[in-house]
T-cell receptor, first 112, second 107 residues
Framework: KAGVTQTPRYLIKTRGQQVTLSCSPI?????VSWYQQTPGQGLQFLFE???????NKGNFPGRFSGRQFSNSRSEMNVSTLELGDSALYLC???????????FGPGTRLTVL | GIQVEQSPPDLILQEGANSTLRCNFS?????LQWFHQNPWGQLINLFY???GTKQNGRLSATTVATERYSLLYISSSQTTDSGVYFC?????????FGDGTTLTVKP
């Protein structure tokens, strides 16, 4: 089985721009969760989508949004980028039943 | 939400030594996972262990859910074991990560 894939792997943006990151889960997995990892805040939960519906949400501002498509692929969008949004963004897929999560390689976003 | 505390924050070992990493959590959880993050940022699954004990080669883990802690044992450590180890208990569909233990294994 192919693992979780994330695109792009690296991204450089400037303040004020917006960005869209993509995550393709393991085949058959219906849940996708997004996390932000920074040196100062560690790994923080952004949101989880299951069957195209947001099922859980962390404590991030509305600039962070996501969606999930019928094939379970998910995208997250960050609008009006700030310097503090520079981070490694990780997505994880699970079957949605056992909640055992499998992570993708991440997208490293740098905001200048 | 769940509070997660991992100890020690940093650990330096000589190759061949054994170690125990601890994860304390504040509330009841449905499950718990241990991960190893490699230098490229990839989180690698080690154990899915809501309770009990599991072993996989030189690694083993024990979760005592009633006492709200989990332990990860690494025996005969190798330089390739270096990296950050995270525990992530989960409740109500949300996983909370600890700050991790940074392990350095010296040859």
């Amino acid at each position: 089985k192919a693992g979780v894939t994330q695109t792009p792997r690296y991204l450089i943006k400037t303040r004020g721009q917006q960005v869209t990151l993509s995550c393709s889960p393991i085949s058959g997995h219906r849940s996708v969760s997004w996390y932000q990892q920074t040196p100062g805040q560690g790994l923080q939960f952004l949101f989880e989508y299951f069957s195209e519906t947001q099922r859980n949400k962390g404590n991030f501002p509305g600039r962070f949004s996501g969606r999930q498509f019928s094939n379970s692929r998910s995208e997250m969008n960050v609008s009006t980028l700030e310097l503090g949004d520079s981070a490694l963004y990780l997505c994880a897929s699970s079957s949605g039943q056992r909640n055992e999560q499998f992570f993708g390689p991440g997208t490293r976003l740098t905001v200048l | 939400g769940i509070q997660v505390e991992q100890s020690p924050p940093d650990l330096i070992l000589q190759e061949g030594a054994n170690s125990t990493l601890r994860c304390n959590f504040s509330d009841s959880v449905n499950n718990l996972q241990w991960f190893h993050q490699n230098p490229w940022g990839q989180l690698i699954n080690l154990f899915y262990i809501p309770s009990g004990t599991k072993q996989n080669g030189r690694l083993s883990a024990t979760t005592v859910a009633t006492e709200r802690y989990s332990l990860l044992y690494i025996s005969s450590s190798q330089t390739t074991d270096s990296g950050v180890y995270f525990c992530a208990p989960s409740a109500a569909g949300k996983s909370t990560f600890g700050d991790g233990t940074t392990l350095t294994v010296k040859p």
